[in-house]
């Protein structure tokens, strides 16, 4: 911008004096152009950088990614308002010495030519042309409840994770055969595609990854995509093979990516996209509400792995104590327990030394017998050693005669033992395989990926499906929606704080710029309109609203208010030279047809390779880049054609009134009459 009005302003002087310019001349011309634009640069560069701040805010993984890009930004513009404002001068004065024509290629004055026409219709018909702006405006805000919204694009990782369930009672053997056949069975339906395959079942030695032998984590390496024969795509690719290992009995699977996988463990505490959280006392209800959770997610288009946590699953040994039976045998609950403890949990008997390491001796039943219901009822437990009480009343004849008929009652001191059958009932139940908790909260989780369709779209249709199915759940009970989506509503609450707070300042620095709210308030439509064009280009190409877009729409903004600032400013410099309205307007829309496009272009130009890149972490990219073309775009046209038909429509007053007054001159001490030439006053 800053060059662009020296050399016009330079080739416009040297024009009309049909000479080159002395250095004076040429250094006082300078000085004065630079000064021209140097308030609605400087404004313009500071609305830019406030734009950024929101984004400074962020924190999370959204915050690693977009951060950096931020603090660049703000240093990058930091550092060129210091070069504008003073080397870019100095240079200018240096190096343009010679002839400077004021000539503009073809394409310029083609579109000029274009232009003047488009900008006289606008201005003609403004009150249509306004009405126009607002019904797109409100075009776009319907559209935008259409393009869906996520957190973060998925990145594809070249690799795919696949991670079976198998039941919680299966030993280490039989799930690592399940295990083989599962990694044969890709490997032979996808040779062209998987490069590698490995997987852990079980506990690793890391202590905080804790699994049991029920479930793998499988890995698959991928082949370059251009040799892929059975997908086009990491989607396609793994619906593929979740056709091919669905077959497999005794097994859920979940698909991911290794890294996403762990990402979301370890920021939303689940492992895939989407986690509905059931919070209560009861597990068995718990469990219950959770089927018909998931239930309903697989009514809904783009569900895909739906597995329900295992809390319950885990085979039990209980043992009911019979109290009528332990009192009729004169003993009592402890002393069965007891007998059960040592035999099934074990005692310490000692110790055993081996060097300077100790270890306890512990002493049970056999592993065979601990597992045997039979085993265990036969376990003796000792009754009571007391003589009965018709002893003390027997002669010793008598009980000599007795002991002759009764031999077996004839041992008052001897030992007497009962199997524990007797004493309790004993069976293999299922019980809880694992209690999880959440905020002090017992809790069950429904997890579910979601493939083929945006989340927030998502969520939206579970959670009215859920809630009519469920109702209202009793006292005690609630639902969370976790995962992915969490952390989209935690983003998404943080730039509605922020945002607002930025476009505050924005639009509070616009009216220090001009000091008039009309002027203030007729910029700041630059927004809305750039956000049109974002909008628009997300819902062609079909890519949901996410953090990486709201990047896009961050930085658009001040793009947008910067365009305006600059015609209006230029706008307001032709009205204090004398000239009319209408003729002011025209002129100085064209005059900054060049530099507004120049900046449309060169912005548009500089992220369409990111909007079409394909390669690593263009997922990421391309969201932002998408918006921001698109924002450029329509901002670019609509500030064009909107902005000069709201200008006329916002200064009709001074028009009538004959004089424009520029209430930036008068805060600098100048009265509106002497900021006009003296050709325009009245006698």
């Known amino acids: 911008v800053m060059v662009e009005n020296i050399m016009r302003r330079l080739g416009l002087r040297q024009h009309e004096l049909g000479r080159r310019l002395t250095r004076e001349e040429r250094h006082q011309l300078v000085q004065q152009a630079a000064a021209e634009v140097r308030r609605p640069t400087l404004f313009g560069e500071l609305i830019i950088m406030i734009v950024y701040l929101p984004i400074i805010t962020l924190t999370g993984v959204e915050g690693k990614m977009f951060r950096p890009m931020a603090l660049v930004v703000l240093l990058a513009l930091t550092g060129a308002t210091l070069l504008t404002f003073t080397v870019v001068p100095a240079l200018c004065a240096l190096l343009l010495g010679g002839k400077v024509s004021e000539k503009e290629v073809f394409l310029i004055r083609w579109a000029k030519a274009i232009y003047r026409p488009i900008v006289e219709w606008a201005i003609r018909l403004r009150w249509g042309v306004s009405v126009a702006a607002v019904a797109v405006v409100a075009a776009t805000l319907a559209l935008a409840t259409h393009v869906g919204s996520e957190f973060i694009p998925q990145l594809s990782e070249g690799a795919l994770a696949l991670q079976p369930t198998r039941m919680p009672s299966i030993a280490l053997t039989t799930s690592a055969q399940m295990q083989e056949r599962v990694e044969s069975e890709l490997l032979k339906e996808f040779p062209d595609e998987i490069a590698a395959i490995f997987s852990r079942t079980g506990t690793s030695e890391i202590v905080t990854d804790v699994c049991g032998p029920e479930i793998s984590d499988t890995y698959m390496l991928l082949k370059p995509r251009h040799q892929w024969k059975k997908a086009k795509t990491q989607e396609e690719l793994a619906e593929a093979m979740e056709a091919v290992v669905h077959h ?26 989407l986690a509905v959280k059931v919070y209560g006392d009861d597990l068995d209800t718990l469990m ?5 959770i998931a239930e309903e997610l697989r009514q809904v288009p783009g569900a895909a792995d739906i597995k329900i946590e295992q809390l319950a699953g885990m085979p039990m040994i209980t043992i009911d104590i019979d109290r009528a039976a332990v009192a009729r045998y004169g003993l009592n609950v402890q002393d069965v327990q007891e007998v059960v403890e040592i035999s099934l949990g074990g005692v310490t008997a000692g110790q055993v030394l081996e060097g300077d390491r100790r270890f306890e001796l512990v002493v049970r039943m056999p592993e065979e017998l601990r597992g045997d219901i039979a085993g265990i009822g036969k376990l003796p437990i000792p009754l009571p050693r ?11 004849h008598n009980l000599q005669s007795l002991r002759g008929q009764r031999a077996d009652v004839a041992q008052p001191t001897a030992p007497a033992y009962i199997p524990l059958s007797s004493l309790a009932k004993i069976d293999i139940t299922e019980g809880a395989r694992q209690i999880r908790r959440e905020d002090g909260k017992r809790r069950a989780v429904v997890q579910c990926n979601v493939r083929g369709r945006d989340l927030g779209g998502f969520v939206a249709e579970a959670q009215q499906r859920i809630e009519a199915t469920l109702g209202k759940l009793p006292e005690g009970y609630w639902l969370g929606w976790g995962g992915q989506y969490e952390n989209l509503v935690a983003a998404r609450q943080r730039l509605l704080i922020v945002v607002p707070l930025a476009l505050g300042l924005i639009f509070i620095l616009l009216f220090a710029a001009f000091n008039s709210l009309r002027q203030a308030l007729l910029v700041f439509t630059g927004v809305p309109l750039a ?16 953090i990486s877009a709201a990047v896009g729409f961050i930085a658009l903004s001040g793009v947008a208010v910067l365009n305006g600032l600059v015609m209006v400013g230029f706008i307001n410099q032709l009205r204090r030279r004398g000239l009319g309205l209408h003729e002011a307007i025209v002129q100085g ?12 272009l060169v912005a548009s130009l500089g992220f369409i390779p990111m909007a079409l890149a394909t390669g690593t972490g263009a997922e990421v990219q ?15 046209l609509l500030t064009l054609v909107v902005l000069p038909a709201l200008y006329r429509l916002f200064e009709h007053r001074d028009s009538r009134n004959g004089a424009f007054e520029d209430s930036a001159v008068a805060a600098r001490g100048c009265t509106p009459a002497n900021a006009i030439p003296k050709r325009l006053e009245s006698p």
């Open 248 to 273: 497999l009995p005794g097994q859920n699977y979940e698909f991911s990516q290794p890294i996403e996988l762990r990402m979301n463990e370890l920021i939303a505490g689940v492992r895939s996209d």
């Open 288 to 292: 219950q509400y959770a089927a018909q």
């Open 386 to 396: 007391r003589e009965p009480e018709s002893y003390a009343a027997l002669t010793s």
């Open 531 to 546: 956000l049109t064009g974002g909008v628009l280009a997300l819902w062609l190409r079909g890519i949901p609203f996410s």
């Open 589 to 600: 829309s064209l005059t900054r047809l060049r530099p507004v496009l120049m900046t449309a």
């Open 622 to 636: 391309r969201p932002l880049a998408t918006v921001v073309v698109g924002g450029i775009l329509s901002s670019t």
